[in-house]
């Protein structure tokens, strides 16, 4: 089963799933480019499910002990 690449979840939604902090999250978007959110007509950033399951998943690779830049490569 593949995951929605649709935007459907807003920055707020996104922290409260994955814990992860909304700087640490801008972060792996802006230094490894793990996703590239949509944007609201407002500017806000979207994510999909697809987003959601990177973002889960680089945490899992960082809690095994990986650097993040090679949880990213990875990913």
Not at 9 to 20: A, H, P, R, Y
Not at 27 to 46: H, I, V
Not at 51 to 70: F, P, T, Y
Request: charged share 30%; net charge positive.
């Amino acid at each position: 089963m593949s995951l929605s690449k649709s935007p459907a979840f807003n920055l707020k939604v996104i922290l409260k799933e994955t814990g992860i902090a909304a700087d640490t999250l801008r972060a792996w978007e802006r230094r490894y480019g793990l996703f590239e959110p949509d944007r609201s007509p407002g500017r806000f950033r979207l994510y999909s499910d697809a987003d959601v399951s990177r973002v889960e998943a680089m945490r899992a690779q960082i809690a095994n002990g990986l650097s993040a830049a090679e949880a990213a490569r990875r990913v």
